[in-house]
């Protein structure tokens, strides 16, 4: 895929336009296109629903994709319309504040991307698409940001990451679940962190440990995986993904209420990706062509704002595709989304040498379960997650004046989590020590790492908040140093997959994999998450204050003045034949922040 392929595709959808400033010039009628309060015939339907997202004080990006019923091609004119007062899902209800003709090209498969500008700051705007007389159900929902200037007293967003077609239950996306939390009152924002889709396919008559409503997956092409099953590989592969996943109708209701902010993660290309390379295999091999229809079709397919992006095909680390991005709340935070995938170089011990404590090629002793002293040997101050321009941009979002707190969201954890085995008989004498969880969090890049904190230290960078994925829930301190004494520079609170893999069963997947018996000890103890949770806690000296490795959830984030709360929210998991039994919310855990400190109180909730 070339420059103007990959443009053309991610970007060929996306169109701008402006309502002007002044409110009271608009024309308020009731809706419908040229027949207000006509339902339509059912000529075209919203197969992927509707979404926004994106948003400014004065903007914001919305979607959707319309394709005819009976399958007639040619381009199809579109209706953006546009209110200001809640709107009921029946027909004739729709008071409409504005009205933009666009047009569904074939050539962009059908999608509207459509940028709009000249809105009011911290408004809510009603909208739905139609065509012919045929309109989304349900209507969506954007929430524009608050002026830079406007004197913010509180503001509340959903944080969810790692869906998975093929795993567990998707009844959590639903407001049932969500309003759980007794925050989500007056929640209008959701940043999805990373995996809107997971790109591995597992093979058919897999024992399933999902609902039944979500069927087999078959990849138009797909790339063989042993023991997996199929990862997509082509720009087919990625569409269908996209497709299929925003075909479920309580994904689409969330994203249709909720204004969204999305993160390109690692299982929207790959699992553990490092820019264009996969991991499924010790030679980490390079797959230019599939990162690039991975990106094309999740930027084509979230309502992004393509204002600064651009394509350069000689740069090999990605650099002009910028995804990193903040988004300003008045007074009160800012919220920055860092991308740590495409410019991030390989982990610092390389799957594809002798290492660990049997010497072997692969992930674990690598990105799992790494030695510390053997990390730290292997490290030579060049590892990246973020390029150079990422993060000097970081560095200037992180000491801009005028706000009270700064939330820094990325996938990958800050939290350090070694595990000592030292003492545990039932393991062979090389595996007992300590090793660190997951080398593919910032602990596995331990130049840029202390780089960062050593940069929020130095300028006494106040109230910063990590919000980071890793596959595990967690409320932590981040010090800037383990070696002694307590050294706090921000907190962290990770979020669970909603509905993908926790931490403990992907390392039980990877050890599984290992054909050493001497590992099979060690793939047992993970099968019990909870004692490996307790273990943690009692070993990591007070810096962990929570951890959960083997759940799944999201989590409810309160930004207001003087305090900052985080529920994380456990759900319920399926049983084995894919059913859901009993109240969809296993728990709850919040973490209570407070203003000027570099801690937090943690109070559970069953």
């Known amino acids: 895929m ?61 979607w959707t994709r319309v394709v005819r019923v009976d399958g007639v091609e040619g381009d199809i004119p579109v209706t953006l319309e546009i209110s200001l007062t809640p709107l009921r899902e029946t027909v004739g209800s729709f008071r409409l504040f504005q009205q933009i003709q666009l047009v569904a090209k074939q050539a962009n498969d059908y999608i509207i991307h459509h940028k709009l500008t000249g809105l009011e700051p911290d408004t809510n705007y009603y909208f739905r698409f139609v065509a012919g007389g045929d309109a989304n159900n349900p209507v969506g929902r954007l929430r524009t940001l608050p002026a830079e200037s406007a004197q913010v007293t509180a503001v509340q967003f959903a944080l969810l990451n790692g869906l998975d077609w093929s795993y567990n239950h998707w009844q959590a996306m639903t407001e049932q679940a969500l309003r759980y939390s007794v925050l989500t009152v007056q929640t209008h924002y959701m940043v999805l962190l990373g995996g809107a889709i997971n790109a591995l396919v597992p093979d058919p008559g897999t024992i399933r440990t999902v609902e039944s409503v979500h069927p087999d997956l078959k990849l138009p092409d797909g790339l063989a995986v042993t023991g997996y099953g199929k990862v997509a590989s082509t720009l087919a592969d990625y569409v269908y993904l996209q497709q299929i996943y925003r075909s479920d109708e309580r994904l689409q209701k969330l994203l249709a209420n909720y204004t969204l902010m999305p993160v390109f993660g690692e299982h929207d290309f790959t699992n553990d990706a490092w820019q264009d390379h996969e991991t499924y295999t010790a030679a980490n091999q390079q797959r230019r062509e599939q990162l690039l229809a991975a990106l094309a079709a999740w930027m084509r397919y979230m309502p992004l704002d393509w204002g600064d992006v651009s394509y350069d095909p000689v740069a090999a680390d990605f650099s002009r595709i910028k995804l990193y991005r903040n988004f300003r709340f008045g007074n009160l935070f800012d919220l920055t989304l860092t991308e740590q995938r495409l410019q991030r170089s390989d982990h610092a011990i390389p799957e594809n040498v002798n290492h660990g404590p049997f010497a072997l090629t692969g992930g674990v002793g690598s990105r799992l379960m790494a030695d510390p002293a053997e990390l730290a040997s292997y490290s030579n101050g060049s590892q990246k997650i973020l390029g150079d321009e990422q993060m000097a941009w970081l560095k200037t979002q992180l000491t801009k004046p005028g706000v009270v707190w700064r939330l820094l969201v990325g996938e990958s954890p800050f939290t350090y989590m070694p595990i000592d085995f030292t003492n545990e008989p039932s393991l062979a004498p090389e595996l007992r020590k300590k090793s660190l969880m997951s080398a593919d969090s910032w602990g596995g890049y331990l130049a840029q790492q202390q780089e960062l904190l050593g940069f929020v230290e130095q300028n006494a960078v106040g109230n910063l908040v990590s919000l980071a994925a890793g596959g595990f829930f967690a409320a932590s301190e981040i010090w800037s140093d383990y070696s002694g004494v307590r050294k706090p520079v921000m907190v962290e609170c990770c979020t669970a997959p909603i509905s993908g893999r926790a931490l403990s069963e992907e390392m039980v997947d990877h050890l599984k994999a290992e054909t050493d018996p001497r590992y099979t000890p060690l793939k047992q103890l993970f099968t019990q998450s909870y004692l490996i949770d307790r273990r943690l806690l009692g070993q990591l000296n007070g810096w962990v204050k929570h951890l959960n490795t083997g759940s799944r959830g999201y989590a409810m984030v309160y930004v207001r003045s003087n305090e900052l709360i985080i529920d994380s929210i456990r759900t319920t998991e399926v049983s084995a034949n894919g059913q859901l039994t009993g109240s969809l919310v296993a728990g709850r855990t919040r973490a209570t922040i407070k203003t000027g400190q570099i801690g937090m109180v943690i109070t559970e909730f069953s």
């Open 2 to 62: 070339d420059r103007r392929q990959f443009l053309h595709f991610a970007a060929g959808a996306f169109t701008v336009s402006s309502l002007g400033s002044a409110l009271s010039g608009c024309n308020m009628t009731t809706g419908g296109n040229s027949a207000p309060d006509n339902a339509g015939i059912g000529t075209y339907r919203f197969p992927q629903g509707l979404s926004s997202g994106d948003p400014g004080a004065d903007s914001g990006v919305f």
